[in-house]
Structures are given as structure tokens and as C-alpha cells.
């Protein structure tokens, strides 16, 4: 090893004990040395659900070395903390993640950047392959961004990771309602997007993995999701040139939620101008 990985890594161990974030030491000692792509495809065979071949896509995306290390960074930190948590549907955190990096490697990046003229870049691969991390470890959001923001890393990382990780999440705590939750979580996606358009692609990516795997929910979360993903996603992907994923969101949308057939998403702005009653009806339709 290098004497200037040396320093590097005594000062992360010193960094990393104070905040006793002694899961992340072991990942922190693979940073610091010569990073290849070979062992990781090895560790993904042995991942429950975790495809190699789409993992060796996404870090391979990249051909500058700071962006590849950047990439192999943000695996590795998905995997230490995502690997060995389920959702719903059996499938690992990390495996999601990894299909939502994929499909907006392979299906949205062309099509995004020919109707809009914007790039994706390694910032927005490596948002998605850490964005839930947050939502189901200890590892909080502003740890993403700590993370992110060692000088090892491109300049501004730490930053350009957490503003797209915060614009794609759903806000999730002290509402008392679904509508004003989504509402709120829409409103937050379009500021960020003023900043940095990228985060609605990005978004897509991650509703569109969701959609493909929401037969492992419970049928009132499903019904919550369809509508959310209809009113919301499904304009989103048209107005930024998707047409082939909005048509297979409103698709699926339709076969959970067959009322939505009835409702054109473009009468409203999302939820915010539609009647309470009538939201919370499509939302809830088992409900008197």
C-alpha cells in the first residue's frame, strides 16, 4: 500500500471509531488500496437475488478511474449495509437498488439525454445503488453524504450524492395521511429538480423497479403505490421523454388498481388539486 493510502487510512479508522461506525472499518480498509471489478462480481454470485451480470454493468459504466472507484465505493457501502435486509417480496435492498441502477443505466440514460439533452453521470448511478440505504440501516442520510464527502473522493460527491438520495426518497415521518404525504414527497422531487433535473430520471429508475416487483405487497399498499405511481410517475416519464416506461408504468398501474382507467392523470397537478374524497377513495377503495 502506498504511504499516502497509509494516511488516508489511519485517518478514517480515527474518524470512524469516534462515530463507532466499526461495520464500516471493513469496507473502509478495501477503499484504500488498488480497487479491481473482478471480486465484486464474485461477491454479488453469493448475494440472494443479485444479478453479477447487472452489477458488472453499472460499475463498469464508468471508464475514468475516479469514477469507477466512486462506483465501487458506493457498492460497497450498499452492500455492508443492505445485503442482509429483505423487502416484501424476499428480494434484498441491495438487489433493488442494483435493478434501479440497471434499468436507468440500460433503458432511461439514452432515451433521457436524446429528449432533454442531459447526461446521467456516476453521481446519479451511485445515488441509486446507495438510496435506500438510509431508509433501512442506521446509516443515515448525512452519513451518506460524510461518507461521500472524503477527499478521496471527486470533489463534491458528498453533496451531489445526498441532494439526489433526498429527492427521490418518499417522506415518511408525522403524517397523518397518505395524500399530503405523497404531495409533499412531489413537491420536494420538483424543487430538488430545478437544481438538478437528473433526480426525475433517477426517480423513475427506482418506481419503475418497484412496480415490476409489487406482487410481494399487501394489497392496500399496492393500491397506494399504483395510484401514487398513475398520477405522479406516469407524467413525469412522458414530460421527460419516456414514453416506453410511462406506458408500462400506467400499464401496471392499471392492472393494481383498474379504476385508475378512469381517471386522466393530466386533469390534475398530481394530487394537490383533486378532492380530498375522491383521493382518498382511490386510495382506499375497500373503504365506505
Known sequence: MQDGNIFKLKNLL???KRRGGEELLLVIRKHLDVVILKPRIEIAQNMPGVNP???EAILG?????AEQYLMQCAFDLASAKTSHVSRANGETFLAHMVESTYISHKEIKEPYQDFTGNKLTVFDYASLVDHDVHEVSRFTLDDVFGFF???SFIQGSGFEIWVRIYGISTEKHNYDDYKTRYEDSQR???FIATYQPTVEPDKIADRLHNMRTLE??????QLRIAFDTYMHHVPMARRIGLH????ELQERAIHYHPTLRDINPWSYDGMASMPSELATHLMYPSMP
Open 216 to 221: 410481494g405487497l399487501p394489497e392496500e399498499k
Open 53 to 55: 451480470e447487472h452489477v
Open 188 to 190: 420536494k422531487l420538483r
Open 149 to 151: 464527502c472524503h477527499p
Open 244 to 247: 416506453e416506461i410511462a406506458d
Open 61 to 65: 459504466a464508468f471508464s475514468e478511474p
Open 14 to 16: 480515527n474518524i470512524n
